[in-house]
Nanobody
């Protein structure tokens, strides 16, 4: 059974940093597109960052230069620096529906294309 479990969320003041982790288990094959999404109250879920083939990364404009996505054999990470109150949201780890997709499709960060989701971890940034 496929499972994604996030950790590392919490409360921090503006300008602070957090590192989110996601542990994947139950996969019999690796997926070449993984990502982090977030959802703030009353807003749609948005793709924050994706990593393709374990190396190529794409970010939402709102987090470029502040967030870094990375990956090792079983874990996905999101390093978040210079946090702002508008980064407050529940953050989700996700894997693309297909085992293999093109880099351009991965970079689109479309929620509908991701089929495996974690339960989410809350990030709260106070001003």
């Amino acid at each position: 059974q496929v499972q994604l479990v996030e950790s590392g969320g919490g409360s921090v003041q503006a300008g602070g940093s957090l590192r989110l982790s996601c542990t994947a288990s139950g996969y019999t094959y690796s997926k070449n597109c993984m990502g982090w999404f977030r959802q703030a109250p009353g807003k749609a879920r948005e793709g924050v960052a994706v990593i393709y083939g374990g190396g190529s990364t794409t970010y939402a404009d709102s987090v470029k230069g502040r967030f870094t996505i990375s990956q090792d054999n079983t874990n996905l990470y999101l390093e978040m620096n210079s946090l702002k109150p508008e980064d407050t949201a529940k953050y989700y780890c996700a894997a693309h529906r297909l085992a293999w997709i093109s880099q351009s499709i991965c970079a689109d960060r479309r929620e509908v294309d991701f089929g495996d989701w974690g339960q989410g971890t809350q990030v709260t940034v106070s001003s």
